[in-house]
């Protein structure tokens, strides 16, 4: 059934979650790079462990190293958590995959593992992966997120993603929202009913994520929501009240914005949406010019082309 519903965090009690789960599966997964999250990531998964048991079947933490050895986020979490799966991305093969890093790469790898390790005959359908950011902030993180997420999931969605309150959310503000607003098209009107269509936060079913394309970079979330409005899935917008996580710099929301809208548009054109005319493209580079604080011409360009893979069902 395709549609979106749209629920509170609230709405999923412990007792009402353990009866929708039954014998399916949650795995929560917690995207890291080097070891600039270290401490925040092991504080998060001790607040996820104080849930009761049954909630939530694996914690996996899908980690990219900065060099050839173990590093700091390992260390810590292996010692505080000998039963967290740190699944680290560099040396995570998948056949149609290189080196590239990007963490929708390294998304995708790790639901390529989990099919190749955790399935042992239990359906894609019954198994629900929880995708967290690292570097929400301690004061707004909570257990509710899982319960939140991967309830809206239980309840019959394939894919739930998560809103909130945010204070600065300047590329869902000023970029995101005003942009799913422009193309007048009946499987694209969904996109304008999320509360907060960038976040880091959501979950879906294992067969959801098997089924669509993942982006390499900036463009993961936004893609994923557009192979999700084109298809016949259920979705669901999940309340899960205040959030903030750390800030970026005004070049790095630059790149970001501009992963974004390259996504969009290419998707668009992909599914014969759009069309792109007399010899213009879709362009891989990101150029600016800007005057900066010491009244000094700066000029600014990088390929940010990123790679669209092919749905993992069709290699499994």
Do not use: C
């Not at 009690?13 to 600039?36: A, M, P, Q, W, Y």
């Not at 509360?195 to 098997?210: C, D, I, K, Q, V």
């Not at 710099?249 to 974004?260: E, L, P, R, T």
């Not at 998707?267 to 150029?287: R, T």
């Amino acid at each position: 059934m395709k549609g979106i519903v749209k629920y509170r965090h609230t709405d999923f009690s412990i007792d009402e979650f353990l009866r929708l789960k039954d014998n399916k599966k949650v795995f929560v997964v917690f995207s890291t790079f080097g070891e600039r999250e270290a401490a925040l990531i092991a504080e998060k998964i001790g607040v996820l462990k104080k849930l009761p048991g049954g909630v939530i079947d694996k914690i996996i933490v899908n980690h990219r190293r900065m060099g050839e050895v173990s590093d700091k986020t390992e260390k810590v979490i292996s010692q505080l958590y000998s039963d967290v799966d740190i699944m680290v991305s560099n040396s995570i093969l998948v056949p149609d995959m290189n080196n590239e890093s990007g963490k929708g790469a390294d998304m995708r790898r790790t639901i390529y593992r989990i099919n190749k390790e955790y399935l042992k005959g239990i359906s894609s359908e019954d198994i629900i992966v929880v995708f967290l950011d690292a570097d929400v902030l301690s004061e707004f993180f909570g257990s509710h997120f899982v319960l939140g997420l991967a309830g809206g999931v239980l309840k019959g969605a394939d894919y739930a993603k998560g809103g909130f309150w945010r204070d600065m959310g300047r590329v869902k503000k000023f970029v995101a929202q005003p942009l799913f607003s422009i193309i007048d098209h009946p499987s694209l009107k969904i996109l304008t009913e999320f509360s907060y269509p960038l976040s880091g936060e959501y979950a879906g079913t294992l067969n959801f994520f098997n089924s669509v394309q993942f982006w390499q970079m900036y463009g993961v979330e936004t893609g994923i929501l557009i192979d999700a409005s084109m298809g016949e899935y259920l979705l669901a917008d999940i309340n899960l009240g205040l959030y903030d996580h750390e800030h970026r710099d005004d070049i790095n929301i630059q790149k970001m914005s501009f992963g974004i809208l390259r996504t969009y548009f290419r998707s668009l054109v992909d599914y014969g949406i759009i069309n792109i005319n007399q010899g213009a493209a879709i362009s891989n580079i990101f150029s600016a010019e800007y005057i900066d604080s010491n009244s000094k011409r700066v000029f600014f360009r990088e390929n940010l082309n990123e790679i669209k893979y092919q749905p993992l069902k069709n290699i499994l």
